[in-house]
């Protein structure tokens, strides 16, 4: 089964089987704040998650992550959580410093 563990929020983790959602849908339908400025359309980099592990389980970055690369606004080891879906078996993604909110408490 398909899961997305949060690390710096306490290791949430979030089960499910429809592989056709984008990571962002998934963890927002679960009740957890994550930024999006450009309501998830992939005009920014707001949404944007640090992959700790299981990177290679997703989507193929999709055109608007290869752009954001392109200027330096996405690292290697950043994906979009509007662009992209997890195929299979777990990812571990980190809350970036500059897309935290203040009303949440992170672990670290």
């Given at each position: 089964?398909?899961?997305?563990?949060?690390?710096?929020?306490?290791?949430?983790?979030?089960?499910?089987?429809?592989?056709?959602?984008?990571?962002?849908?998934?963890?927002?339908?679960?009740?957890?704040?994550?930024?999006?400025?450009?309501?998830k359309k992939g005009r920014c980099?707001?949404?944007?998650?640090?992959?700790?592990?299981?990177?290679?389980?997703?989507?193929?970055?999709?055109?608007?992550?290869i752009y954001f690369r392109k200027?330096?606004?996405?690292?290697?080891?950043?994906?979009?959580?509007?662009?992209?879906?997890?195929?299979?078996?777990?990812?571990?993604?980190?809350?970036?410093?500059?897309?935290?909110?203040?009303?949440?408490?992170?672990?670290?």
């Amino acid at each position: 089964m398909p899961k997305i563990v949060i690390e710096n929020l306490f290791n949430r983790t979030i089960n499910f089987t429809d592989t056709s959602r984008k990571v962002i849908e998934l963890i927002h339908e679960n009740n957890i704040d994550w930024m999006h400025a450009c309501g998830k359309k992939g005009r920014c980099t707001s949404c944007k998650m640090i992959m700790v592990s299981g990177q290679e389980n997703l989507s193929s970055p999709s055109d608007r992550e290869i752009y954001f690369r392109k200027l330096k606004r996405l690292g290697p080891n950043e994906r979009l959580s509007c662009q992209c879906s997890l195929l299979d078996g777990e990812i571990c993604i980190r809350v970036a410093d500059i897309n935290k909110f203040p009303h949440l408490e992170y672990s670290e």
